[in-house]
């Protein structure tokens, strides 16, 4: 059976946001020790939407008119940004970069499942007992890394199990669900003709916004950052904060919710690794006992969706 290209593009796209997304947890896990998430977040996204947002301005406007017709969807899209990003960015730093990411990116296929239980979104459903080994695997490991995390077998916690463990699982849980809910609004989009760089461009002034605020008030203040460092802090984050949401949008015009959502859970095994050569965060054998267990899950589920995607019209 031969895979058609939109699904091999999808594919491809998704590799792309799983390594840059891998990436990013690891860097950003460190930089976020000593600087200001929401500086960083105001900046990378503000000028990416500007850029973006004149440039299909200049070369095509009539994806401002798509916009107005398409407001709500563009607002749900927004607020569910908004609040993954602020959540996730919390929870790297609190909990081990690994486990926030892993906790977060198992969260997304999940919450695309009880959303079209509620009727948002495309309909979906575990279809071959292959999928439902996959996520039985996925929840184990998931509930495996917890464990480790919040009785201190994890290789880094910023705090105490009170201040960090709880808060940065719970900000890890919340951030997987937001961004499922993104995903789901980001798929009505592309199916109403908004183009990726547009979609990517209009989903985060709300995000900007609460960005905005909390650097102004301090909410996340580390003490000063030296410029240089923070240039480039923001010139990395276009690369690996901002490129992988715009890979993400255009995965999302090849592969369903569910299997991009699951697909992304492949990645967490990848930040383990860069996490183990960045040296940063102690090694710890239950996380990686616990990565395993959620890979090999994932991979089952990957595959059997894939497949089933083959088989549909």
């Known amino acids: 059976m031969r895979i058609g290209i939109p699904l091999l593009a999808g594919l491809a796209w998704s590799a792309v946001f799983i390594l840059l997304e ?70 790297i730093q609190m909990i081990e970069p690994a486990v926030a990411f892993t906790v977060s990116s198992a969260v997304m296929p999940v919450s695309a499942i009880i959303l079209a239980r509620l009727g948002i979104g495309e309909p979906v459903s575990l279809r071959t007992a292959q999928e439902r080994t996959g996520f039985g695997l996925v929840v184990l ?25 709880i808060p940065g699982l719970a900000c ?32 985060f002034p709300v995000y900007i916004l609460l960005a905005a605020t909390g650097w102004f008030l301090r909410l996340d203040y580390k003490g000063p950052v030296d410029t240089g460092e923070a240039a480039t802090a923001i010139l990395i984050g276009f690369a690996i904060m901002a490129f992988p949401l715009y890979a993400m949008q255009k995965a999302v015009s090849g592969v369903g919710v569910l299997l991009l959502s699951t697909i992304t859970a492949l990645g967490p095994l990848v930040v383990f690794c860069l996490q183990m050569m960045e040296g940063r965060v102690a090694f710890s054998g239950f996380t990686l006992a616990g990565l395993l267990v959620y890979s090999l899950g994932a991979l089952l589920a990957v595959s059997s969706l894939v497949g089933n995607q083959l088989q549909d019209p």
């Not at 480790?148 to 463990?165: C, D, E, H, K, P």
């Open 22 to 91: 891998s990436a990013q947890s690891v860097f950003f896990g460190s930089v976020l020790q000593k600087m200001d998430s929401f500086f960083l977040g105001f900046w990378v996204f503000g000028i990416a939407t500007l850029v973006l947002a004149l440039a299909i301005r200049a070369l095509d406007p009539g994806q401002f008119g798509l916009c107005g017709r398409n407001l709500k969807a563009l607002a749900a899209c927004n607020c569910s940004t908004a609040a993954g990003w602020v959540l996730y960015l919390f929870a």
């Open 141 to 165: 490991g998931i509930l495996v890394l917890a464990g480790a995390t919040l009785l201190g077998y994890s290789g880094f916690v910023r705090g105490s199990i009170q201040t960090s463990a």
């Open 172 to 203: 890890s849980i919340l951030s997987g669900g937001a961004f499922a809910w993104m995903l789901v609004h980001c798929r009505t989009l592309d199916a109403r003709g908004l183009g990726p760089a547009t979609v990517f461009a209009f989903r």
